[in-house]
């Protein structure tokens, strides 16, 4: 159910989605503090590390985590997004 501008809804009768369409992208940086590069095996770079992932790869709230079959190192890492 869409809102239009300016009508509420109590939170526990609405779902939230992932913050993206299915036209957008997802820009990222990567290595961007000191403790995950060190995890990572390295150090955090002079230039900013920007990459992209599909907004497939974006869920919402409460959605459950699907890891990859071929994967056995999947890393949890909380988002900010903005919108």
């Not at 990567?30 to 995890?39: F, I, M, R, S, W």
């Not at 497939?56 to 079959?69: A, C, H, K, L, R």
Request: charged share 20%; aromatic share 8%; proline share 11%.
């Amino acid at each position: 159910m869409l809102f239009p501008a300016g009508q509420t809804s109590v939170a526990a009768e609405v779902r939230l989605l992932a913050p993206v369409i299915p036209r957008s992208k997802v820009v990222c940086v990567g290595k961007n503090y000191v403790k995950h590069a060190a995890e990572m095996g390295g150090e955090v770079p002079a230039e900013p590390l920007i990459f992209l992932k599909p907004n497939t790869s974006v869920i919402g709230p409460g959605e459950p985590i699907f890891y990859p079959d071929q994967s056995d190192d999947v890393h949890f890492e909380g988002e900010l997004a903005v919108v």
